[in-house]
């Protein structure tokens, strides 16, 4: 159980969907969030192409604070411009040389969003470190980053926990791919 800390506190707890369960009722505020979470979510998980989480009152399964999906993901010298910048990359994060691979092991948060009922108490920054955690305490697989296409208009938010930009001449008029290396938890 997660508690918002806040003054009146959202508590919550996380289940993963399942494509034997949807969500019935979430409004963010954003159109394509909403759908994914409210038509699209089940698919992604049936034709394992990403795993979505609820955030649902502790008392009340049927009431979606939040959500979020994860898909694995990489980082890699085609995400560079070119074969310097991704080395100079490796060197800045501390790689040794026998470490030097062409691609890095990588979760992508495909999607977050917030239930407006709830906005401001701090569950988007919440989730951030449950994922965070969920990658550094119990890593099954192996992973080093966790990546994120954000919107320009989140990239605050994502900087404040501790995202940062790939490229710096990043042009998406949309997005902007960003990442978190989890070793500076592990460390």
């Known amino acids: 159980m997660f508690s918002s800390g806040e003054v009146n506190p959202v508590e919550f707890k996380v289940v993963r969907l399942t494509s034997a369960e949807s969500v019935k009722n979430f409004d963010c505020g954003d159109t394509d969030l909403n759908d994914f979470i409210l038509n699209r979510a089940v698919l992604f998980d049936k034709y394992l192409l990403a795993a979505s989480y609820a955030c649902v009152d502790v008392n009340d399964a049927s009431r979606v604070y939040a959500y979020f999906s994860l898909a694995n993901d990489k980082l890699a010298m085609s995400d560079f411009k070119d074969k310097s910048e991704f080395n100079r990359f490796r060197k800045k994060r501390g790689f040794p040389n026998e470490k030097r691979l062409k691609s890095y092991p990588a979760v992508k948060l495909c999607r977050l969003a917030v239930d407006n009922s709830v906005k401001g108490k701090r569950i988007?920054?919440?989730?951030i470190d449950i994922i965070k955690y969920m990658f550094v305490a119990n890593n099954k697989t192996?992973?080093?980053?966790l990546t994120v296409d954000a919107y320009l208009g989140a990239l605050s938010f994502y900087e404040g926990n501790g995202f940062r930009q790939m490229?710096?001449?990043?042009?998406?008029?949309?997005?902007?791919?960003?990442?978190?290396?989890?070793?500076d938890l592990a460390a």
Not at 124 to 127: A, P, T
Not at 142 to 145: I, L
Not at 167 to 183: A, S
């Open 124 to 127: 988007g920054s919440m989730i």
């Open 142 to 145: 192996g992973c080093r980053f």
């Open 167 to 183: 490229l710096l001449e990043d042009n998406d008029p949309h997005t902007r791919v960003m990442y978190f290396d989890l070793i």
